[in-house]
């Protein structure tokens, strides 16, 4: 199970939107709506801010949206703020295999 | 508070066993899915599996069977990450997370423990 493929690095100006992929296989996601995203921050733990493809735990800012297309899903972070800055890293589950991507570490400008 | 709690950092040498835990408060962790993530330096994360507490059903995934021990005691109730002879190549931070089967992801995140494998 190869990891899924992310982009090293994004970057985007105060106020702005970027969007950060998430490539896989055909089995990587199966068919299922299940893909979730995790934002980490220097030296902490990973914190889910995206689940099934689009939804968002309470609490987290409607700024963040998912969608997926085929073997492709995406994060888009709109009105980027400086506390957004951390790595990014999508996971997939399809028939009992949880397969993160490689991170993306977003520079907000 | 709903959280995880790990076990402290840990220094090893090459060939040396290790046992570290991971405790759950704040919501029934004994009817939990508990999932080992490892994060090596400057690295992205890697799920290594998942157990549940209340029966110790395990989860590998493929690439990390026989490579380290996941179980748990439901009468504590704890999880844990074994391994019984440590490489360099094992130097990371092992987090434990909740697997939540509704949304399908690792909803909560314990705090890490670094484990350093070094001669």
């Known amino acids: 199970q190869s990891a899924l493929t992310q982009p090293r690095s994004v970057s985007g100006s105060l106020g702005q939107s970027v969007t950060i992929s998430c490539t896989g296989t055909?089995?990587?996601?199966?068919?299922?709506?299940?893909v979730s995203w995790y934002q980490q921050s220097p030296g902490k733990a990973p914190k889910l801010i995206i689940y099934?493809?689009?939804k968002r735990p309470s609490g987290v800012p409607d700024r963040f949206s998912g969608s997926r297309s085929g073997d492709r899903a995406s994060l888009t972070v709109s009105g980027l703020q400086a506390e957004d800055e951390a790595d990014y890293f999508c996971?997939?589950?399809?028939?009992?295999?949880?397969?993160f991507g490689g991170g993306t570490k977003l520079t907000v400008l | 508070e709903v959280q995880l709690v790990q076990s402290g950092p840990e220094v090893k040498e090459p060939g040396e066993s290790l046992k570290i835990s991971c405790n759950g408060s704040g919501y029934d962790f004994a009817t939990s899915w508990i999932g080992w993530v490892r994060q090596k330096p400057g690295k992205g994360l890697e799920c290594l599996g998942i157990?549940?507490?209340?029966?110790?059903?395990?989860r590998y995934s493929p690439p990390f069977q026989g490579q380290a021990n996941i179980s748990a005691d439901k009468s504590i109730p704890t999880a844990y990450l074994q391994w019984s002879s440590l490489k360099a190549s094992d130097t990371a931070v092992y987090y434990c997370a909740r697997w939540q089967r509704g949304p399908n992801a690792f909803d909560l995140w314990g705090q890490g423990t670094m484990v350093t494998v070094s001669s």
């Open positions: 055909g089995s990587d996601f199966d068919g299922y709506n299940y």
């Open positions: 157990i549940y507490i209340g029966d110790s059903d395990t």
């Open positions: 996971c997939s589950y399809a028939g009992m295999h949880r397969t």
């Open positions: 099934d493809v689009t």
